[in-house]
């Protein structure tokens, strides 16, 4: 195991900075996620700490050693990628023991170290068979198992889901964290899936346009957003973003509804913001903000509500069976947080408490 640490590190294409200056820290063991839209520069970066892409500027340490002019074979890293790789006229223990083929090691370590990978990996039954066999899941932990005999420093996971179906990528994601927990490996993992690093990380690193706008625990990025960026991507339906003006005691929505919130003390009276609420903290209320249907999806356990407040689009995930249909109206008042966000320079101002309409 060993901590990574990038130090403002840049990546240039030509005229075109695609990475432009990242600090990042990861801690020995850590499980952490780069997660952006496409073209962020997520998988950019990863490949940098693999040594696949050189380094335009700046400094990449592994373990403490920094790494920038070494070979990938060199970096004491393991990665897996998303079209998992595999030799497709290799069995799948030779698959899993290529590298250590290639780097001497005797048929006895190389047996002992494939058996137990494919017993972590439950691929015992799948050893003696060719990757056109398997099904994609069975080929996704083949490449694991490949990764994990090498015992490396550090895993690299580039979108290694994203091929897979939705049902199998949710026993993925959990197969995946049960290793890292198991082996306590520093792991870095790319995804563009913010669901799946919400629920596989230690920590977030949110990317946008070859910049980092936030860091920090799953749960810190849902909760506290540092800006309207963030606040949109992390969370799933995305967070609710309506302009609205301070006003004595709440804020004033476009239609002329009031919402009174606790913890605007301090913010100038007229002064714009965006108010952001979670569709999940909307409950039905007799006086509320008036939610006109487009339509209703129920899924059993809730129901989400599509709509619009005024002429702003909004989502509500309600825990009530509703039957609304288009041109219905619904009383909704939040019961979580409202968190303020400043218009121009898209940073959060705050957190406020709902408590009434007027």
């Known amino acids: 195991?060993?901590?990574?640490?990038?130090?403002?590190?840049?990546?240039?294409?030509?005229?075109?900075?695609?990475?432009?200056?990242?600090?990042?820290?990861?801690?020995?063991?850590?499980?952490?996620?780069?997660?952006?839209?496409?073209?962020?520069g997520k998988t950019t970066l990863l490949r940098m700490i693999a040594g696949l892409e050189d380094i335009t500027g700046g400094t990449i340490e592994i373990g403490g050693k920094v790494v920038n002019g070494l070979q990938p074979k060199a970096r004491d890293i393991a990665m897996v990628f998303q079209n998992y790789a595999l030799y497709p006229h290799m069995k799948v223990a030779d698959n899993m023991s290529f590298s250590m083929q290639l780097a001497g090691a005797s048929k006895a370590e190389i047996k002992a170290k494939v058996e137990d990978a494919a017993r972590i990996l439950n691929l015992e039954p799948y050893l003696d068979r060719y990757p056109r066999e398997l099904s994609g899941g069975q080929r996704q932990r083949v490449a694991m198992g490949r990764a994990i005999v090498r015992n490396p420093k550090v895993f690299l996971f580039d979108e290694p889901l994203s091929n897979l179906d939705a049902k199998l990528r949710v026993s993925m994601r959990a197969e995946i964290k049960s290793l890292h927990q198991r082996l306590g490996t520093t792991a870095v993992y790319v995804t563009h899936d913010q669901i799946e690093a919400m629920t596989m990380a230690d920590k977030i690193v949110v990317m946008s346009a070859g910049r980092i706008e936030q860091v920090g625990t799953p749960l810190d990025l849902y909760d506290e957003p540092a800006n309207l960026f963030v606040a949109a991507f992390i969370g799933s339906p995305s967070m609710n973003l309506l302009e609205a003006q301070v006003c004595n005691g709440g804020v004033r929505f476009a239609d002329g509804t009031v919402l009174a919130l606790t913890g605007t003390e301090g913010f100038e009276t007229g002064r714009p913001v965006i108010a952001g609420?979670?569709?999940?903290?909307?409950?039905?209320?007799?006086?509320?903000?008036?939610?006109?249907?487009?339509?209703?999806?129920?899924?059993?356990?809730e129901t989400q509500v599509v709509g619009q407040i005024g002429d702003k689009p909004v989502t509500?995930?309600?825990?009530?069976?509703?039957?609304?249909?288009?041109?219905?109206?619904?009383?909704?008042?939040?019961?979580?947080?409202?968190?303020?966000?400043?218009?121009?320079?898209?940073l959060r101002l705050g957190t406020a408490r709902a408590a009434t309409v007027n």
């Open 277 to 301: 609420i979670r569709p999940d903290t909307f409950e039905l209320a007799e006086r509320g903000l008036k939610v006109e249907v487009n339509v209703t999806e129920p899924t059993g356990a």
């Open 1 to 40: 195991m060993a901590h990574v640490t990038i130090n403002q590190v840049i990546k240039n294409y030509g005229a075109v900075r695609a990475i432009k200056g990242i600090d990042v820290g990861i801690e020995d063991g850590e499980f952490v996620a780069l997660v952006g839209p496409s073209g962020c």
């Open 316 to 346: 509500c995930l309600m825990r009530e069976r509703i039957s609304g249909r288009y041109g219905d109206v619904l009383h909704v008042l939040p019961q979580g947080a409202v968190h303020l966000f400043d218009p121009e320079t898209s």
